[in-house]
């Protein structure tokens, strides 16, 4: 196909889309218009119900902590399945000294930031109901917080830090506390992961009942979900063998 | 809408746009993360903190650093042929 047929094409089915996505947003509601029902519905009673301050958190692991239940499933699956396809790649092929030295000021600057980012993950994870945040975001910056480590200095500083099985025990025994505390529910006489401790009082620290639980839970399998990531990601680059 | 977010969202179009005419794989990459913290700005400006958590620890930490290891692997096997 030539340039001059292909930009002819580009340009007839651009204005076609354009058409389209200008017909498509003029029907919208108006900026700022809000018509569903269970937002509003959430705004107004999650408080009173949950006791959690973030209506987001509330919805994540009390309404809805079923799908995120399904979640967490699906990342240990996907990090389950990017561990078996880069399994080839062992602990004692890695060429640990490969790599750059990096500078004093970045391994400086990296090395503070190591401890200042990882309390902040943990942080976010305890927080997820009164401020923004939750498991999810505290665990990826948890983790990622040990990354730094592998960015500010080599990687035999990361691989001393990491154990990778004790990355996989996190991720596991995250994803198997989430559904240990919806079975809690169902020991205390309610549904599956129907809050079974005091909801306490709204804006403390022991408040919003089963929310902080699932939180810590779900923040200790993606922390740990990442670290497994990061590990066999780091070995493949590394790995002195070519296969 | 108010002028920031107007602007914020000019900045997320002309990001996403810079990411697809970045012709450099690992340019490419960088100007992804880039383009990923606009994305954050434009979730926080529209009062979604939740989400721009969400988005920072994913789009401008997470994916940059799987795609940028894979594009180092992928570069040294074509260099070692």
């Not at chain 1, 058409?19 to 705004?43: C, D, K, Q, T």
């Amino acid at each position: 196909m030539s340039h001059r047929v292909r930009t002819v094409l580009f340009l007839v089915g651009g204005a076609g889309l354009a058409a389209l996505l200008g017909w498509a947003f003029s029907g919208l509601p108006a900026f700022g218009e809000y018509h569903g029902v269970y937002g509003r519905l959430i705004n107004r009673e999650t408080l009173g119900q949950t006791h959690a301050l973030s209506a987001i958190a509330a919805v994540t692991f009390d309404y809805r902590g079923f799908d995120t239940l399904g979640e967490e499933f699906i990342l240990l699956a996907s990090v389950l399945g990017v561990a078996l396809l880069l399994r080839e790649a062992r602990e004692r092929d890695v060429d640990a000294s490969r790599g750059a030295e990096t500078f004093d000021p970045i391994r400086a600057t990296g090395l503070v930031a190591v401890p200042v980012v990882f309390l902040l993950g943990l942080f976010v994870i305890t927080h997820g109901y009164l401020t923004p945040g939750g498991g999810f975001q505290g665990g990826v910056v948890t983790g990622l917080a040990i990354v730094l480590v592998w960015l500010a200095t080599d990687f035999r500083s990361y691989a001393a830090l990491v154990r990778k099985p004790l990355a996989d025990l996190a991720d596991g025994l995250g994803a198997g506390a989430y559904v240990a505390v919806g079975v809690g529910g169902l020991l205390a006489g309610g549904a599956f992961l129907e809050s079974f401790i005091p909801r306490g009082t709204i804006g403390e620290l022991t408040s919003s009942g089963t929310i902080g639980l699932l939180s810590w839970a779900a923040g200790i399998e993606v922390a740990g979900a990442m670290l497994l990531l990061a590990s066999e990601f780091l070995e493949e680059l590394l790995a002195r063998r070519e296969r | 809408m108010i002028p920031l977010q107007a602007v914020t969202m000019t900045l997320v179009a002309v990001g996403g746009l810079a990411v697809v005419l970045a012709r450099d794989v690992v340019r490419q990459a960088l100007v992804n993360s880039f383009f990923g913290l606009a994305l954050v700005v434009l979730f926080l400006v529209f009062q979604a903190p939740d989400v721009a958590l969400s988005a920072i620890t994913v789009g401008s930490a997470a994916a940059p650093l799987v795609i940028v290891i894979a594009i180092l692997r992928v570069r040294r096997r074509e260099g070692k042929r």
